[in-house]
C-alpha cells in the first residue's frame, strides 16, 4: 500500500454569505466534485472550512473548479467579497474525511 500526498486546503469566504444557503450550495458542489471536508458559519460572519483531494487524478483540476466556484458562484442569494485559501501538504494512506459535511 503506497502512501498518497493528499493536499488538504483551509477556505474562508466573508460577504453575504449567512442565511442565503451558501453551506448546503457548498456540501453540493462539493459532492458533486467528489471533494471531502466541512463547512461552517462563524461568528465573524464569513463561512469557512477545509476540503482535501489527492495530488494525482483530476483531484487539482476538482480543487482549482471547487475554488473558482466559492469565489465567484456561491449560493444564488449570497454576495461574494472576498475568499482566502491555504493549502498543506498531507502524507497519509487515506484521506481524513470520507464525506464534505455541514456542521452547525
Same mark, same amino acid.
Not at 442565503?20 to 471533494?35: D, I, N
Not at 460572519?45 to 483540476?61: D, K, P
Given at each position: 500500500?503506497?502512501?498518497?500526498?493528499?493536499?488538504?486546503?483551509k477556505?474562508e469566504?466573508?460577504?453575504?454569505?449567512?442565511?442565503?444557503? #451558501?453551506r =448546503?450550495?457548498?456540501?453540493? @458542489?462539493? /459532492?458533486?466534485?467528489g471533494?471531502m471536508?466541512?463547512? =461552517?458559519? /462563524?461568528?465573524?460572519?464569513?463561512?469557512?472550512?477545509?476540503?482535501?483531494? &489527492?495530488?494525482?487524478?483530476?483531484?487539482?483540476?476538482?480543487?482549482?473548479?471547487?475554488?473558482r466556484w466559492l469565489?465567484?458562484?456561491?449560493?444564488?442569494?449570497?454576495?461574494?467579497?472576498?475568499? @482566502?485559501?491555504? &493549502? @498543506?501538504?498531507?502524507?497519509s494512506? =487515506?484521506?481524513s #474525511?470520507d &464525506?464534505?459535511?455541514?456542521? =452547525?
Amino acid at each position: 500500500e503506497t502512501e498518497a500526498n493528499y493536499i488538504l486546503t483551509k477556505f474562508e469566504v466573508s460577504g453575504k454569505v449567512q442565511g442565503v444557503s #451558501f453551506r =448546503r450550495y457548498t456540501q453540493m @458542489k462539493a /459532492t458533486e466534485l467528489g471533494l471531502m471536508g466541512w463547512c =461552517r458559519n /462563524t461568528p465573524r460572519g464569513t463561512v469557512e472550512g477545509e476540503y482535501e483531494y &489527492e495530488e494525482i487524478e483530476g483531484g487539482a483540476v476538482a480543487a482549482s473548479s471547487f475554488q473558482r466556484w466559492l469565489c465567484n458562484v456561491g449560493s444564488p442569494k449570497s454576495r461574494i467579497d472576498e475568499c @482566502k485559501f491555504e &493549502e @498543506k501538504e498531507v502524507v497519509s494512506d =487515506r484521506p481524513s #474525511f470520507d &464525506e464534505f459535511v455541514i456542521i =452547525r
